[in-house]
Nanobody
């Protein structure tokens, strides 16, 4: 089954940018939907962004206009470009792959927004 590895997290000042990557161990061409979720300390996991196999995207209201999800099927990679970061974006960010009957998670990457 496909394995997912996130990277690109780190410490950034408010207003800064980061790009997260989610590299899959095999082709994501057959994956219906790729998601980015996040989980802040003491909170539940929330959906941040999603992209389906047609390239259609969906975003949480809290990140609309600031975050952009994209996928490169040739590189088996999904990206999350995060701009205008806020302290409330601080969380562990997880990549998720979904198709009917199958779901897989990555190990997560920490994003900390602080001055």
């Amino acid at each position: 089954q496909v394995q997912l590895v996130e990277s690109g997290g780190g410490l950034v000042q408010p207003g800064g940018s980061l790009r997260l990557s989610c590299a899959a161990s095999e082709s994501i061409f057959s994956i219906n939907v790729m998601h980015w979720y996040r989980q802040a300390p003491g909170k539940g996991r929330e959906l941040v962004a999603a992209i389906n196999s047609d390239g259609n995207t969906n975003y949480a209201d809290s990140v609309k206009g600031r975050f952009t999800i994209s996928r490169d099927n040739a590189k088996n990679t999904v990206y999350l470009q995060m701009n205008s970061l806020k302290p409330e974006d601080t969380a562990v960010y997880y990549c998720n792959a979904y198709r009917p009957g199958f779901t897989q998670w990555g190990q997560g990457t920490q994003v900390t927004v602080s001055s």
